[in-house]
């Protein structure tokens, strides 16, 4: 366990339907991330929140929108996807981005499909 | 620009020999780190070896760090079954700590 919880694990959704994923720290820590990982692709970068503010987009299309209520909680928000849309997205966390050198902790993923 | 490719894409070796990828960076570094991830799940992190060090070692695991060749590789030892999994570099920037992950190697140790 790394102190970083996913839900759900597993979601299969349709292209017309909204659904979000929520992320959990226990770490106290004051950075969040999303990442997305396809497959034969590296790990990209989506969202990066420090201290509830979004210090990061990736160039994200707008059907993703993320949402940080507090430094513990991260959520994405889904609407209208499409099938390339379907891969593992990461939730991880880090004690503050900026600092010489920091350990971003994992949480177990969500496997989207979109069909 | 990419960073952190790594190389081999896959490696199949036998337990009790040893593991041996390399990572290769295209910009100035703060770190680098090792991470590993099982089927499917999320990454853990390994070891973070800074710019200003050459060598470092946890367990089994020693990294090495070559900034003049923008290098860095993971040398497991005497590997076990459990060992197999996805291993990744990723490379610590210098501006904000963000991190830039490569493809990964597919490492699979048979028993």
């Known amino acids: 366990e790394t102190g970083v919880t996913q839900t759900p694990r597993h979601l299969v959704m349709g292209m017309t339907n909204k659904k979000s994923l929520k992320c959990e720290q226990h770490l106290g820590h004051n950075a969040m991330y999303w990442y997305k990982q396809s497959a034969k692709k590296p790990l990209e970068l989506m969202f990066v929140y420090n201290f509830k503010e979004q210090t990061e987009n990736n160039s994200v299309p707008s059907r993703f929108s993320p949402e940080c209520p507090n430094s513990s909680h991260l959520f994405l928000h889904l609407h209208t996807l499409q099938p390339e849309d379907s891969a593992l997205y990461l939730c991880a966390s880090s004690q503050q981005t900026g600092l010489a050198q920091e350990t971003q902790y994992f949480g177990p993923g969500t496997r989207l499909l979109v069909l | 620009s990419q960073q952190g490719e790594e190389d081999p894409q896959a490696l199949s070796i036998q337990e009790g020999e040893n593991a041996t990828m390399n990572c290769s960076y295209k910009?100035?570094?703060?770190?680098l780190q090792w991470y590993r991830q099982n089927s499917g799940r999320g990454l853990v992190h390994l070891i973070l070896i800074r710019s200003n060090e050459r060598e470092k070692h946890s367990g089994r695991l020693r990294v090495t760090l070559d900034t003049s060749k923008k290098s860095s590789s993971l040398l497991i030892t005497a590997s076990r079954a459990a060992d197999t999994a996805s291993y990744f570099c990723a490379a610590g920037g210098t501006s904000y700590g963000k991190l830039t992950f490569g493809q990964g190697t597919i490492l699979t140790v048979h028993p």
């Open positions: 910009t100035s570094i703060n770190n």
